[in-house]
């Protein structure tokens, strides 16, 4: 894995990808963002030596260089998934990458299904801690203690500070945030009733595909860290609706304004 990092690193230093100082990872919910950035550099992922490519019709392949509110950025527009057949050393290999490029703080998007029925559709959730339920971890395989502490601690794997400014910066803009535990599931089905009362019971507040992977991986290598959930659907399990994937990016992209003002405003602070 060392070769592929520093063969990507050296392909996107040659293409002007310089000492950025934050990394964001474009989840459902957040595709807005990229019309708020100056973008200096761009590339498809699909011409980056080692990357993944991204398979879901909804998510987009570039890495884009640019400057957002003063900082300069490096952006993740689509993320990759268990569920589209990489390992979890795939779909957290970018977030290696952003770091040995220089960032060091990382941001996250994503989409989630809200089990906390005080929670509701088209709601935003910052995350202040995770369960991983994807069987597996980033962190298991052989070399990974040359890139980082093997037994990564993960008692405070969210930055309470960028936490708290999120919290201002939602207040102050009127924006509904709330605060609770995301669940990773590998997917792609959505849940059945027995398992959101699984989820309920164990903690869950919102359960996704994604994030979990990134943020183990980000803690790893000592990044901060901070993610926000667009909650797409209400998982009550005594009254499921089927639930239609359009209906799901329909609710994402009716939030985008208040996740693109949230990131914006605290990108400004950091």
Request: glycine share 8%.
């Given at each position: 894995?060392?070769?592929?990092?520093e063969?990507?690193v050296?392909?996107?230093?040659n293409?002007g990808?310089?000492?950025?100082?934050?990394?964001?990872?474009?989840?459902?919910g957040l595709?807005?963002?990229?019309n708020e950035i100056?973008?200096?550099k761009e590339?498809?992922?699909?011409?980056?030596?080692?990357?993944?490519?991204?398979?879901?019709?909804?998510h987009?392949g570039?890495l884009i260089?640019g400057?957002l509110?003063?900082?300069i950025?490096?952006?993740?527009?689509?993320?990759?998934?268990l569920?589209?057949?990489?390992t979890?050393q795939?779909?957290t290999?970018p977030?290696?990458?952003?770091?040995?490029?220089g960032?060091?703080?990382?941001?996250?998007?994503?989409?989630?299904g809200?089990?906390?029925?005080?929670?509701k559709?088209?709601e935003l959730?910052?995350i202040?801690?995770?369960i991983?339920?994807?069987?597996n971890?980033?962190?298991?395989?052989?070399?990974?203690?040359l890139?980082?502490?093997?037994?990564?601690?993960?008692?405070?794997?969210?930055d309470?500070?960028?936490?708290?400014?999120?919290?201002?910066?939602?207040k102050?803009n009127?924006?509904?945030?709330?605060?609770?535990v995301?669940?990773s599931?590998?997917?792609?089905?959505?849940?059945t009733?027995a398992e959101?009362?699984?989820?309920?019971?164990?903690?869950?507040?919102?359960?996704g595909?994604?994030?979990v992977?990134e943020?183990?991986?980000?803690?790893?290598?000592?990044?901060r860290?901070?993610?926000v959930?667009?909650?797409?659907?209400?998982?009550?399990?005594d009254?499921?609706?089927?639930v239609?994937?359009k209906?799901?990016i329909?609710?994402?992209e009716?939030?985008?304004?208040?996740?693109?003002?949230?990131?914006k405003?605290?990108?400004?602070?950091?």
């Amino acid at each position: 894995m060392i070769k592929f990092i520093e063969e990507t690193v050296d392909y996107l230093n040659n293409k002007g990808f310089e000492n950025p100082e934050i990394g964001i990872i474009l989840g459902t919910g957040l595709g807005q963002l990229i019309n708020e950035i100056e973008i200096i550099k761009e590339v498809s992922y699909n011409h980056i030596p080692n990357f993944p490519t991204a398979t879901v019709e909804f998510h987009k392949g570039k890495l884009i260089y640019g400057t957002l509110a003063g900082k300069i950025v490096v952006v993740m527009q689509g993320r990759f998934h268990l569920y589209e057949g990489y390992t979890l050393q795939d779909v957290t290999f970018p977030v290696r990458i952003m770091e040995k490029l220089g960032i060091k703080t990382l941001l996250v998007s994503n989409a989630a299904g809200a089990i906390n029925l005080n929670f509701k559709k088209g709601e935003l959730m910052l995350i202040e801690d995770h369960i991983n339920l994807q069987g597996n971890s980033p962190l298991a395989f052989k070399g990974v203690s040359l890139l980082g502490e093997r037994f990564t601690d993960m008692s405070a794997p969210y930055d309470a500070e960028i936490n708290s400014t999120f919290k201002k910066i939602a207040k102050a803009n009127n924006i509904t945030l709330h605060e609770g535990v995301y669940a990773s599931v590998v997917g792609p089905q959505l849940e059945t009733r027995a398992e959101y009362r699984m989820l309920k019971i164990i903690g869950a507040d919102a359960v996704g595909m994604s994030t979990v992977p990134e943020i183990i991986v980000a803690n790893h290598l000592n990044l901060r860290v901070a993610a926000v959930s667009v909650l797409t659907d209400e998982c009550d399990p005594d009254n499921l609706e089927p639930v239609d994937i359009k209906d799901i990016i329909a609710s994402a992209e009716k939030a985008e304004p208040q996740m693109v003002t949230l990131f914006k405003a605290l990108i400004e602070t950091l």
